[in-house]
């Protein structure tokens, strides 16, 4: 099973701030995804990314969100200004196609 | 209608037990079916993954796909206090690459 680390594992910001999630595939990966979690809910899809462009995205990647492989092994979502509300587990899952993605641990983001 | 509905249980059920974890879905375009296990504020594991209907065993998993029905299930046998998690039903459309998540099923085995 492919492996991806993510850093931080716990983010506390304040409302309004910008924060960088990152996450780090062990081995090359073709595509990456975003996804959040918050609390007591289901998990929920972001973004995928392959060929170094956003491949698909949902109604909740707005443009608040954007991510990217600044050098080509990091992969990164970006929350320029954060709400009370994107307070969630976010985790990035990797995958060589896009029926079997693998996740990461997460990153577990507090707004205050 | 939720597009994928699965039981949140908690399932409680002693060591040994044959398990029996289930979703329906209501999006017809989906033929891609995974299966994830979740330990509390850890990332989701895949655990195994099916194309369109039919069975996949897996050691003492099984998962099984009706698509007639819109149902799937994943069958644990002699299930163990370590299955103890949340299992959670993900699927996909042909030509998409976003997973659509149940809510999880909360599985606890006693020893």
């Known amino acids: 099973e492919p492996e991806v680390t993510q850093t931080p594992s716990h983010q506390v910001t304040q409302m309004g701030q910008e924060v960088i999630l990152r996450c780090v595939p062990i081995s090359n990966h073709l595509y990456f995804y975003w996804y959040r979690q918050i609390l007591g809910q289901k998990v929920e899809f972001l973004v995928s990314?392959?060929?170094?462009?956003?491949?698909?995205k949902s109604e909740i990647f707005d443009d608040q969100f954007s991510v990217e492989r600044p050098d080509g092994s990091n992969f990164t979502l970006k929350i320029r200004s954060t709400k009370l509300e994107d307070s969630a587990m976010y985790f990035c899952?990797?995958?060589?196609?896009?029926?079997?993605?693998?996740f990461g641990p997460g990153t577990r983001l507090t707004v205050t | 209608q939720k597009e994928v509905e699965q039981d949140p249980g908690p399932l409680s059920v002693p060591e040994g037990a044959i398990v029996s974890l289930n979703c329906t879905y209501s999006n017809s375009a989906f033929q891609y079916f995974m299966w994830y296990r979740q330990y509390s504020r850890k990332g989701p594991e895949l655990l195994m993954y099916t194309y369109s209907s039919g069975n996949k065993e897996d050691g003492r998993f099984t998962a099984q796909v009706d698509k007639s029905s819109k149902y799937i299930s994943l069958f644990i046998r002699d299930s163990q206090p370590s299955d103890s998690a949340t299992y959670l039903c993900?699927?996909?459309?042909?030509?998409?690459?976003?997973?659509?998540f149940g809510t999880g099923t909360r599985l606890l085995v006693s020893p």
């Open positions: 993900a699927m996909k459309g042909t030509g998409f690459q976003k997973l659509v």
């Open positions: 899952a990797i995958g060589q196609n896009s029926y079997e993605q693998y």
């Open positions: 990314f392959y060929n170094n462009e956003i491949s698909e």
